[in-house]
């Protein structure tokens, strides 16, 4: 039963803007079109992005920095281009700061082995702590297990009330002198929880401990100012805001990224070689060994063209309202319980929840029988669904093109799945 979608529009053009996105064009079973509600997964490319990797491909495709051919030196701009982009969408102090790997999680993991091999003032050793949250994506949670358990660091972490939020009253006994660093997400890919950035970065400043910002259900979503955070690293990566797979960020604050250690070895991060030693080159490419995934930032660079076109505070703005709807029209379903905040406040355009005893994986595969594609399971955060005692969730995720429309396909679907299962 849709309802009223009155004051929801006018934030964003979703109509127009849909038509950017292909794939948004797709008709599944029986006739049904896709509703692609599982974009903190991942999200849909626009024409624009497309676009740019084919032309990569077909015109200026070569390795880059070191071939003084007409095509490799295109293809160096064009890399070289696209950190500019990302410098400037995050507002970094300086270009050399902004780090392409992968994905955040090499980029987190990067973090983590630069501090277990570091020299003083930051090696993350045996008499030391590091500290982390139990909202947190795996990917902010192996790599600091992996460097505790080879360092003999102790391992600490802020639990979760029982609305979803960080438990911060004992904040001054977690972040300690020992402390060598705090990394956290800024937005939990599985509650949606916004978190309180300036508490925490006060705290860790206050006893020397370097922070480390997950901003990978962030970056696609709001404004995202590294210097306005106050973090020494914010991760990120490309193919949750609308750019290819196979890229991610790690944004360093630049005296730290000169002090720091590489973490792989190979060619481009070096200065000089020989067989008894080697000098490496400067901040970001000491940090990008080997060949790196060219046409990926390319397409990361088009994707924040396309983001920054239309307004990063329009897109939060949308998303919010579409939220807000979501939150509501939800919480009509019977039997249904929003795992984390269940209001639109201070929380991001992912909202988990579990359907009565109905199973997340029963519930989804009912759903994507009517063309609504959602995420089950963990969601790469299984201490928060141990938290909450339930075995998993189903989330629904929103973004820049996501409609109240589909909000109230999905409440529909919703309650086909209840009548499916008596």
């Not at 070289?80 to 969408?89: I, S």
């Not at 392409?100 to 030391?128: C, I, Q």
């Not at 009509?332 to 199973?359: C, K, N, Q, Y």
Request: proline letters at 5%.
């Amino acid at each position: 039963m849709t309802q009223s979608h009155q004051g929801l529009s006018g934030l964003l053009d979703t109509e127009a803007i849909r038509k950017d996105f292909p794939v948004l064009d797709r008709v599944l079973h029986d006739g049904k079109r896709l509703v692609y509600l599982d974009n903190a997964a991942t999200s849909q490319k626009p024409r624009q992005v497309l676009d740019a990797l084919t032309g990569y491909y077909e015109r200026h495709n070569a390795n880059v920095h070191r071939g003084v051919h007409v095509l490799a030196e295109e293809a160096t701009a064009l890399y070289e281009g696209a950190r500019d982009k990302v410098a400037a969408f995050v507002n970094a102090p300086s270009r050399d700061e902004v780090i392409f790997t992968k994905n955040a999680s090499e980029s987190l993991n990067l973090v983590a082995n630069m501090l277990g091999w570091a020299d003083e003032p930051y090696r993350v050793d045996h008499d030391t702590e590091v500290v982390i949250t139990e909202m947190e994506h795996h990917s902010n949670i192996v790599p600091w297990q992996l460097l505790s358990q080879r360092t003999g660091a102790k391992l600490k972490w802020f639990g979760l009330t029982d609305d979803g939020r960080l438990d911060l009253s004992t904040i001054e006994e977690t972040i300690t002198e020992k402390t060598k660093i705090v990394s956290f997400t800024l937005v939990s890919n599985i509650m949606g929880t916004i978190n309180p950035v300036e508490a925490i970065v006060r705290r860790a400043q206050d006893v020397g401990a370097l922070v480390c910002v997950d901003a990978s259900q962030a970056a696609p979503h709001m404004v995202l100012d590294v210097q306005e955070l106050g973090a020494d690293f914010v991760a990120f990566t490309g193919h949750k805001m609308c750019g290819p797979t196979g890229i991610g960020v790690l944004w360093g604050r630049q005296e730290l990224l000169e002090d720091l250690p590489p973490f792989l070895g190979g060619g481009e991060m070096i200065e000089t070689v020989s067989m008894h030693s080697s000098t490496y080159a400067p901040a970001p490419h000491k940090f990008e060994a080997g060949t790196p995934p060219i046409a990926q930032a390319v397409g990361l660079g088009a994707a924040v063209d396309y983001l920054a076109s239309i307004g990063m505070e329009r897109i939060a703005q949308h998303e919010h309202a579409i939220t807000e709807y979501a939150v509501r029209r939800l919480l009509e379903v019977p039997d249904l319980r929003i795992i984390g905040p269940s209001t639109a406040e201070d929380r991001g355009a992912a909202i988990s929840f579990t359907l009565g005893d109905i199973h997340p994986h029963d519930v989804g595969q009912v759903l994507d029988e009517q063309g609504i594609a959602v995420r089950v399971g963990h969601h790469c955060a299984r201490p928060v669904c141990l938290r909450y005692g339930i075995p998993a969730t189903t989330r629904a995720s929103f973004y820049l093109y996501s409609t109240p429309a589909e909000v109230d396909a999905l409440v529909d679907g919703l309650e086909h799945v209840r009548n499916f299962f008596g």
